[in-house]
């Protein structure tokens, strides 16, 4: 045979696999895979022609020569017989040429069109000879075995195959050999541990004798389109069996040209549900409009004529009659489409809704019932669905906010809409909370009516969320709780002035159930006893924090009144957690049934305050009568110690010689003045002082009380001074500011314990700013700070600002009575000062008082003394003490006045009633039997208003002489006082008045006392 040139396989990896192929050689069977051929037109007839033209040429001209050697023919004849054979030759020859050429040719293109088919095509074709190698292989068969095609060339099925699979194959491969037909079939077989599934056609390969030599196949993976339709049977057989398990009929309806139904499809329940057999209705179903209820069955014709004519859905609820049977509610459903033959097929269910039908129809009356219900209570409801934003209310929604049903579609915003805009907010918050991640609200707004009126909303709702945490739909309620409200207010109204009432008075509520010993108290009475709210109330409880003194009265009180079901009170002491003891008051009334008493109701007060006030009054009494005697003692003695004074200042002027005489008189005026500091000091202790600011050193001051200071706070604490290396000159009553300093030490003493300092401190300070104080803010300026500190047990924070109040007082009972620090916070804010506390628990106490600081020459002009101006002008003196009377008489003489003396009111009316233009100055004592002075000087300036007055008394609590004080018209002169002081006032009250005497002739001493 021939052979064909193999070029090489990288670009063409199939093989011949045609009978034309066989013929040309079967070499390439045997030698790999098909590739791209010479073109036989250039080669193979050129070969053959010029093989024939050569062998041609050789032959002529060797026989010729031969013939011409050998003589046979001339060498003339040989060459011409030689031109035509070479002739000849050479024609035959380009006519072999041609003609194989053009065979070729033909031949090339029938192999590249089985060239192109066979590697085009996705099936796998294959040769294999009658030992089942193969032969050709092309693309598609070493894809689809997942090998290169010129290593299967010359392989059998064992080299693709597992050997079952190879088995298999050979067996049947065999079968067709021998039978010579051709055979379709699948086959299943195993590809490197992979099944696949192969449709295969095999025909017997035969050569030109019609012998079989071999095997040629077509195969195609079907191993997906298998798997499909197993996965078609699963669908199908589960259709088939979810059609049958679902609760309705699932069917093909169908109508013909004619008139005709029938029901190609229908699932079982058929039978059930119309009781009448699927086969009987595969054929003709007109019988299904005989089960339906005569009422309905026309109105179904009417619907399925509709769906026929407009091709749209056919959907209708009927009711079905089955004999013997309840009658039944379905509902069908199906769509239309047009069939070739011009019948329309219906696809689509029956369902039963009987079950159903009737829900609706409780529900129905449940809803009736419930918007009824709702319409009561002014309760509407509503759902929410976000994710399509559809809104719906129910009927009571509408009448809630005055909306129009027929023209208000329910929306989120026509509600948010009607709300009060501070509301508003706060539901716009709540709804955003809620589809973010919240469960619900609970919320009460004020909302606007459409007609204008306002009412209060409970707005309710709940959310509901898929597995994945997504807001599907929102139900909620609103209910109108205005009047609801209105009790709401009303009541804690009521409660707010209870709870006022009671905080008011003190107290609290408590109710005890005799029957469990469990007690409910209001808030206050928690406060009150100073235990915790959480804890669970008894008698037991309260009872513990009474004192051990008055526990056994409280039960056996109780008792009583709960034994002879009559009304309860009690007053006792309890031991407050934070405020130490306290009393309290009880009071409750017994509730009772046939049993007895079952409950006791009432309320307790805080009486603390009062029964201190009671303590404070009933002190105060004793102080008060206490002071009316001190100011009594005192006032008798400032008459004595004006004449004492008054004559020793006399006699000290007089007598110069002997020396002991005078310094007797000195010993004698020393006592004096230490006698009237003392009843100055009396008559501020009862409160009946005359306050006289003067010019003081402040150092001077405490240096003189120092000594009376050191023996009041004892010989177990000591007094220090830190006094200013300079005068601390402050103005202030010298007696008020001894009452203060002594005040501040007295406590610094009941603060300290045995060894402890107490330190008086002086020192002049300036402020560049306001300065802030316990008692006030110091204005900018030059302060003199007395300072009084000790080292005892301190003052809570809390307290300060407290221990200036009257009464108030952090000391045992016995020990005070809460006016010391009261007292001394009055004069230094009278005297226009402030104090400041310093101190801490434990850490001592540091009490600063400010005062302005005074000019020093004032006081040096207050102190100098001067010599003391007389005159000539007429004085009326009037005093019931004869001693002090004579003193004040001869000492006006003295200095040039003219005096009439009298002991009493009556005495100087009567003298002053016969000549009344001749007295120029009433002197008169305050305090006198049968006629004030006050009474007096009224009487006598009736008569002349231009008289002038000077009071002389011992003290000045009589709210007159405060006014007088205050007013400047008329002066005050305080006993004691020397004649010096006097004679000085007497005439500054006449420089002061610019009085100018008329002239008239003196009165002699005889006039006057004959008058």
């Avoid at 709540?430 to 409970?458: H, P």
């Avoid at 006399?650 to 110069?656: A, G, M, S, Y």
């Avoid at 004892?714 to 200013?724: C, D, K, M, R, Y």
Wanted: negative net charge; proline residues 3%.
């Amino acid at each position: 045979m021939i052979g064909v040139t193999k070029h090489d396989s990288s670009d063409r990896d199939g093989a011949f696999g045609a009978e034309s192929t066989a013929r040309i050689g079967t070499v390439d069977f045997f030698n790999g895979t098909f590739g791209t051929m010479v073109d036989p037109s250039k080669h193979v007839p050129l070969r053959v022609s010029g093989f024939y033209l050569l062998f041609g040429v050789v032959w002529i001209l060797t026989s010729d020569v031969l013939m011409a050697w050998s003589e046979i023919v001339d060498v003339r004849a040989s060459l011409v017989s030689s031109c035509k054979g070479l002739f000849f030759v050479g024609v035959s020859a380009a006519i072999i040429y041609l003609l194989m050429r053009q065979q070729l040719e033909r031949l090339s293109c029938a192999n590249s069109l089985a060239h192109a088919v066979i590697n085009g095509t996705t099936d796998a074709v294959f040769v294999k000879d009658r030992n089942g190698r193969y032969l050709m292989f092309n693309r598609a068969a070493a894809a689809q075995v997942n090998k290169r095609a010129e290593d299967v060339i010359g392989r059998d099925d064992h080299f693709v195959f597992d050997a079952q699979s190879a088995a298999e194959l050979k067996d049947r491969d065999r079968r067709i050999m021998e039978s010579g037909e051709a055979d379709t079939a699948e086959e299943v077989l195993t590809i490197e541990n992979s099944t696949t599934v192969f449709l295969a056609t095999k025909v017997p390969y035969r050569d030109q004798f019609g012998n079989v030599i071999g095997l040629i196949g077509i195969s195609r993976d079907i191993t997906q389109q298998k798997e499909a339709e197993k996965q078609l049977r699963i669908q199908r057989d589960r259709l088939a069996s979810i059609v049958e398990a679902v609760p309705v009929i699932i069917c093909s309806f169908q109508s013909w040209p004619d008139g005709s139904f029938s029901m190609p499809f229908c699932s079982s329940l058929i039978e059930s549900i119309y009781d009448l057999s699927k086969e009987e209705l595969r054929h003709d179903a007109s019988s299904i409009f005989k089960r339906i209820h005569p009422d309905d069955v026309q109105d179904v014709l009417d619907s399925i004529e509709a769906s026929t004519r407009t091709m749209t859905l056919w959907e209708r609820e009927y009711r079905v009659c089955r004999p013997g049977r309840e009658e039944i509610w379905v509902e069908g459903r199906s769509v239309p489409t047009r069939q070739e033959d011009g019948s329309i097929l219906w696809q689509g269910y029956v369902a039963d809704i009987t079950t159903r039908k009737r829900d609706q129809e409780r529900l129905r009356s449940i809803q009736q019932r419930l918007d009824h219900a709702q319409l009561i209570a002014k309760m509407g409801s509503w759902t929410w669905e976000p994710v399509s934003n559809r809104v719906w209310w129910s009927d009571a929604i509408y009448n809630l906010f005055g909306f129009d049903p027929n023209t208000t579609v329910p929306s989120f915003q026509n509600i948010l809409d009607r709300l009060d805009p501070a509301d508003r907010k706060i539901a716009i918050d709540r709804v955003d909370a809620l589809m973010q991640c919240g469960d619900g609200f609970s919320n009460e707004f004020l909302a606007n009516r459409t007609d204008g009126s306002k009412i209060w909303i409970l707005s309710a709702a709940r959310a509901a969320r898929d597995e994945n945490g997504r807001l599907i739909q929102v139900d909620g309620f609103d209910q109108d709780i205005t009047i609801q409200k209105q009790i709401e207010d009303e009541l804690r109204l009521s409660e707010e002035r209870l709870r006022l009432a009671l905080r008011s008075a003190g107290g609290g509520v408590w109710d005890w159930d005799l029957r469990t010993d469990q007690a409910w108290w209001s808030p206050e009475m928690y406060s009150l006893w100073g235990i915790d709210p959480n804890e669970p109330m008894a008698l037991a409880n309260s009872l513990e924090s009474i004192v051990d003194q008055d526990r056994d009265y409280v039960r056996n009180t109780s008792k009583l009144a709960i034994d002879n079901k009559s009304d309860y009170h009690a007053e006792f002491r309890i031991d407050h957690p934070e405020r130490g003891e306290c009393w309290i008051s009880s009071s409750g009334r017994t509730i009772s049934d046939q049993d007895g008493a079952i409950r006791l109701i009432g309320i307790s007060q805080d009486i603390t305050d009062r029964r201190r006030l009671e303590d404070h009054l009933r002190q105060s009494q004793k102080m008060e009568a206490v002071g009316r005697l001190a100011g009594g003692v005192a006032h008798d003695f400032n008459n004595l110690l004006t004449v004492i004074n008054g004559y020793c200042r006399i006699l000290v002027d007089q007598i110069t010689e002997p020396p002991d005489v005078r310094d007797s008189l000195y010993a004698i005026r020393d006592a004096a003045d230490r006698a009237t500091r003392l009843t100055r000091q009396l008559l501020s202790f009862s409160r009946k002082a005359m306050v006289e600011l003067q010019v003081l050193d402040l150092n001077q001051v405490v240096m003189q009380s120092a000594a009376l200071l050191r023996k009041l706070v004892g010989q177990e604490i000591s007094v220090e001074l830190a006094l200013a290396p300079t005068a601390c000159f402050i103005e202030a009553d010298p007696i008020q500011i001894d009452q203060v300093i002594l005040n501040l030490t007295v406590n610094a003493r009941d603060a300290s314990q045995k060894g402890d300092i107490v330190t008086i401190a002086t020192r002049s300070v300036n402020f560049d700013s306001p300065h802030s104080t316990t008692t006030g803010t110091l204005s900018p300026g030059k302060y003199i700070e007395l300072t009084v500190t000790d080292q005892g047990i301190g003052i809570l924070e809390s307290l300060q600002t407290q221990i200036f109040e009257p009464f108030f007082s952090t000391k045992e009972r016995e020990k005070g009575t809460g006016l010391g620090l009261s007292v001394a916070h009055g004069i230094i804010a009278q005297s226009g000062g402030q104090i400041d506390v310093q101190s801490a628990p434990g850490k001592g106490a540091s009490f600063r008082i400010y005062l302005k600081e005074a000019s020093p020459q004032t006081a040096t002009a207050a102190s100098s003394s001067r010599a003391i101006e007389g005159g000539k002008e007429f004085i009326l003196l009037v005093e019931d003490e004869q001693a002090i009377r004579a003193l004040c008489e001869r000492t006006l003489r003295a200095h040039g006045y003219q005096v009439f003396a009298a002991s009493g009111g009556s005495e100087a009316i009567e003298w002053f009633s016969k000549s009344p233009e001749k007295i120029d100055m009433l002197v008169t004592d305050l305090m006198m039997p049968n006629m004030s002075g006050r009474e007096l000087a009224d009487a006598l300036r009736s008569k002349k208003p231009e008289l002038l007055i000077l009071y002389i008394s011992g003290y000045s609590d009589d709210l007159f002489i405060q006014e007088v004080i205050r007013s400047g018209r008329d002066t005050l002169l305080q006993k004691p006082f020397l004649p010096g002081e006097l004679a000085s006032k007497v005439r500054e009250v006449f420089d002061g008045a610019d009085h100018e005497l008329a002239p008239q002739d003196d009165i002699s001493e005889q006039d006057v006392s004959d008058q």
